[in-house]
Structure formats: structure tokens, C-alpha cells
């Protein structure tokens, strides 16, 4: 059986995952109902965890005391559960994949043209289709780490469903599913991913700079 999260931790992470998200991204992230994600974000707000921000960018974030919380309480969970080994070693196996994910990502957003690059407007069916067949290999060695994550620790469990149903829809020719920012394309879930076990191992972006 693999760790269930409190769903105030799970919600806390949902913020530090999306950044500034409304009600809805939360529940989604968090997989909880929408009105007990309200009752955590105005206890959380309360607490002085979390605000709710207005203007250009509209939504719900963490402060600085609530990254502080989040960073402690995913910590806590990660060696209360065991599971610190096992997603040190997905974490592993997520960045020798991660250079040639990146890479097909941006080789179906731009092509090389006569040694110039140029927007992929998808009119070559072959080339796509070389593309989509480089992401079905790359998710199914990704698979084995996903199900291990999903076996440690409950709130990874979205993340192997997640990505196969991007495949399965940009293997069906929605172009949309691969790379569009705005909705979870395998790119999108697949950020979200590195950041999730970067987050839980208490590490940063900079950290893989180093060989």
C-alpha cells in the first residue's frame, strides 16, 4: 500500500506545484473535492500559509511561510513513509530520460530545415509521425519509475495515467497533446513531474547543473 497524503500536505503541494492556480487547479492537482480544498485554503490562509492574489495574475499561491511549511512537511512524509530511496532512484531515472523528452518536445515544435530552424507546421505526416513514435518509447521506459512512485507514495499516482493519456491522444492525432502549455500535455505533466520530485527531495533546478 502506498502512503496517502494529509490533504492539507496535498493541497499545500498543489500551490507549490502550479505557482498561483485557482480553486479548481488545486483540486485537480490535489485530487480532492473542490469545497474541502476551499476549507484548507482559508485555514491555510488564516495560518498565514497562503493568499489568494488578484489582478493580472488571479489565484491562490504560497507564502514564504508556506513554502517553509510545505518544504518541512513533504520532508516529514518522504522519511516517515520510507520512501526517500525510491524516488532518490526514480528521480535518477527521470533525468536520463528527461534530455531526449526535451528534445522530442522541441522537435515537434521546430524543425530543421536546410540546416535553419522553423515552426513544425505538422504538414509532413512522416516527420511527426517519426516524433510520436520517439515519445511512445521514451514513455514506456518512463513507465517502470512511474510505478514506483505511484507504490511509495499515493499522491504520485496520477502522473503514469496522466502521461499515458497524452500519448494515447497525440498517438491519435490531437497535436495539441504533446507540447500546449495551457493543458496537460505530456510536456506539461512531465514539468510537473521534475519539479514534483525536486520539491520532495529538497532539491532545485540549479543542483542538476552539477555533473
Known amino acids: 500500500m502506498s502512503q496517502r497524503s494529509h ?3 496535498l493541497v499545500l503541494h498543489g500551490l507549490r506545484l502550479k505557482g498561483v492556480a485557482d480553486l479548481h487547479a488545486v483540486a485537480d492537482s490535489a485530487g480532492l473535492e473542490p469545497a474541502e480544498v476551499a476549507e484548507h485554503l482559508r485555514a491555510l490562509e488564516a495560518d498565514g500559509l497562503a493568499v489568494h492574489r488578484t489582478g ?9 511561510a508556506g513554502r517553509e511549511a510545505h518544504a518541512r512537511l513533504v520532508d516529514a512524509e518522504v522519511d516517515a513513509s520510507g520512501s526517500r530511496d525510491t524516488v532518490t532512484r526514480a528521480y535518477g531515472d527521470f533525468r536520463a530520460l528527461n534530455t531526449q523528452v526535451l528534445d522530442a518536445c522541441s522537435r515537434w515544435q521546430v524543425r530543421d530545415v536546410g540546416g535553419q530552424p522553423v515552426l513544425n507546421d505538422h504538414r509532413d505526416a512522416g516527420y511527426d509521425a517519426r516524433v510520436v513514435a520517439d515519445l511512445e518509447r521514451l514513455h ?5 519509475f512511474l510505478d514506483d512512485l505511484a507504490g511509495a507514495l499515493d499522491r504520485y499516482g496520477s502522473y503514469g495515467p496522466r502521461l ?5 491522444r497525440v498517438g491519435a492525432g490531437e497535436r495539441d497533446w504533446f507540447t500546449r502549455p495551457v493543458m496537460p500535455s505530456y510536456h506539461t505533466v512531465w514539468f510537473e513531474l521534475h519539479e514534483d520530485l525536486l520539491t520532495t527531495l529538497g532539491l532545485d ?7
Not at 493580472?56 to 514564504?64: E, H, R, Y
Not at 514506456?140 to 517502470?144: I, N, V, Y
Not at 533546478?205 to 555533473?211: A, F, G, K, M, Y
Open 7 to 9: 490533504p492539507r500536505l
Open 56 to 64: 493580472a495574475l488571479t489565484g491562490w499561491s504560497l507564502t514564504s
Open 140 to 144: 514506456q521506459r518512463a513507465e517502470p
Open 164 to 168: 499515458r493519456h497524452a500519448v494515447e
Open 205 to 211: 533546478r540549479s543542483s542538476e547543473l552539477v555533473p
